[in-house]
Antibody
Framework: EVQLVETGGGLMQPGGSLRLSCAAS????????MTWVRQAPGKGLEWVSV???????SYADSVRGRFTISTDNSKNILYLQMDSLRAEDTAIYYC???????????????WGQGTQVTVSS | DIVMTQSPLSLPVTPGEPASISCRSS???????????LDWYVQKPGQSPQLLIY???NRASGVPDRFSGSGSGTDFTLKISRVEADDVAVYYC?????????FGQGTKLEIK
């Protein structure tokens, strides 16, 4: 059974750093496309980043240059390193898996429960 | 970036009645493989989002056949044939044709 569990959220001051973790089970993060999506309080969903087979990555403009996505294949964990945090980064952060080949499409077939990040002084 | 526009943003529905949500994209979501890279997600109160419909018209595992998706190119629709109380949620469309993937604003379905 596929399972994703996020940890690492908390309260941080503006300009600070935080690293989110997403522990996966039932599949290998290094062999899949893994995504972070966030949801600001009372708002909709915003795609943040994707890493492809633990290698190449893509970012939303709002986080590019400040956030880094990565995987530790030995621990089967997805990370999101968040630097230079801003108040507008306050959100619930979800990790999700893109459906793996041979299935067609890039849809997110499994999601974690989310971890809350609050950036405030 | 591809802009996704949903309507309506709020949808009050009487139980047993049908419901329909529209999703439009600023450019075609038709991939060269013939599939439309448009997916629907549902987020029930207090829960994380979950996949509802993928590639425009395919129900995810366990989704009742009351839910259906249709559309191609830039115009897509999610339909619920008979709304039940358990369908109270926010429904999002998302394009996964190109990064950054983008979501619609969300449609909040409520029971009258």
């Amino acid at each position: 059974e596929v399972q994703l569990v996020e940890t690492g959220g908390g309260l941080m001051q503006p300009g600070g750093s935080l690293r989110l973790s997403c522990a996966a089970s039932g599949f290998n993060v290094g062999s899949n496309y893994m995504t972070w999506v966030r949801q600001a309080p009372g708002k909709g969903l915003e795609w943040v980043s994707v890493i492809c087979n633990g290698d190449s990555a893509s970012y939303a403009d709002s986080v590019r240059g400040r956030f880094t996505i990565s995987t530790d294949n030995s621990k089967n964990i997805l990370y999101l390193q968040m630097d230079s945090l801003r108040a507008e980064d306050t959100a619930i952060y979800y990790c999700a898996r893109e459906v793996p080949p041979p299935m067609v499409g890039n849809y997110l077939d499994n999601w974690g429960q989310g971890t809350q990040v609050t950036v405030s002084s | 970036d591809i802009v996704m526009t949903q309507s309506p943003l709020s949808l009050p529905v009487t139980p047993g009645e049908p419901a329909s949500i529209s999703c439009r994209s600023s450019q075609s979501l038709l991939n060269g493989n013939g599939y439309n890279y448009l997916d629907w997600y549902v987020q029930k109160p207090g829960q994380s989002p979950q996949l509802l419909i993928y590639l425009s018209s395919n129900r995810a595992s366990g989704v009742p056949d009351r839910f259906s998706g249709s559309g191609s190119g830039t115009d897509f629709t999610l339909k619920i044939s008979r709304v039940e109380a358990d369908d109270v949620a926010v429904y999002y469309c998302m394009q996964a044709l190109q990064t950054p993937y983008t979501f619609g604003q969300g449609t909040k379905l409520e029971i009258k």
